[in-house]
C-alpha cells in the first residue's frame, strides 16, 4: 500500500527537513512558527548528538518524513529520573508530510528505531506529546506505557516509555 522507503538521514537532508519541520509543527497542538533558521539549526543540533538516529522517508523524489532520537541525558527531563532505565534514547522528533499520512509512514520510522536502539544496548525509548490524536494511539500501539503529564514547568506534555 505505502509507497515510501525509509533511509538514514544525511547531512544534505537539513534543508528538506527543516522545510518539514517548520510544516508539520506549524499545525495544532504545536503551532510553532519559527524562522527557517532557526528551524535549520534545530536539525543541525539534533544530527550533531552523540549517538544520534536519524530516518527519513522518502517518496520517488522527496523526503516526507522525518525521525530524530538520541542519547537521553542525566539533565534533560530529570523529573522523569525515578523511572528512567538508562542507557534510554530519547525521541526527539517526527513529522510526516500531511500529503503523506495514514500510510504508516510514523509507524515504519518508529518500529525502525526502536529496532536500532535494541541493537546497541538502549534499556528505554523515551517520548512526550500533548494532547494529540495520532500520537497517543501510535504509542499505544507500539506498547509505549503513559505515564501522563509529568513535566511541572510544562503540564501539557504527556510521557510515554517503552521498555526494550
Ligand atoms: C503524528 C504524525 C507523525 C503521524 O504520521 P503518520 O505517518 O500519518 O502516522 P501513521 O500513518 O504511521 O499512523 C499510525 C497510526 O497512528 C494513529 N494515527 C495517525 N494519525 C492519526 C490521526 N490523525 N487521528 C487518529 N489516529 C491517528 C492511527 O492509529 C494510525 O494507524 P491507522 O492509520 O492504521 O489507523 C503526523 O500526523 C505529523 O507529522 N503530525 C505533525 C507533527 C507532530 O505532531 N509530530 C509528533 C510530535 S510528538
Redo the contacts with the bound molecule.
Keep these: 500500500m505505502a509507497n515510501f522507503k525509509i533511509r538514514d538521514y544525511r547531512r544534505e537532508d537539513e534543508s528538506a527537513v527543516a522545510d518539514l519541520y517548520m510544516l508539520?509543527?506549524a499545525?495544532p497542538?504545536?503551532n510553532k512558527r519559527i524562522s527557517f533558521d532557526k528551524a535549520s539549526g534545530e536539525v543541525h543540533g539534533n544530527s550533531v548528538q552523540p549517538a544520534f538516529i536519524g530516518l527519513v522517508a522518502t517518496d520517488a523524489e522527496n523526503i516526507v518524513?522525518f525521525r530524530f532520537a538520541y542519547p537521553l541525558t542525566e539533565n534533560v527531563f530529570r523529573f522523569l529520573s525515578p523511572v528512567i532505565k538508562r542507557p534510554a534514547l530519547n525521541s526527539a522528533?517526527?513529522?510526516?508530510?500531511?500529503d503523506?499520512?495514514?500510510?504508516?509512514?510514523?509507524?515504519?520510522m518508529?518500529l525502525e528505531t526502536i529496532k536500532r536502539a535494541y541493537e546497541k544496548g538502549f534499556k528505554q525509548l523515551v517520548?512526550?506529546?500533548?494532547n494529540?490524536?495520532?500520537?497517543g494511539?501510535?504509542y499505544a500501539?507500539l506498547g509505549y506505557k503513559s505515564l501522563g503529564r509529568m513535566d511541572p514547568q510544562d503540564p501539557e506534555r504527556i510521557y510515554y516509555v517503552l521498555d526494550l
Design positions: 508539520t509543527f499545525e497542538p504545536w518524513g522528533k517526527i513529522g510526516v508530510h500531511p503523506y499520512r495514514r500510510r504508516g509512514i510514523a509507524r515504519t518508529m517520548g512526550r506529546t500533548k494529540h490524536d495520532a500520537m494511539p501510535l500501539e
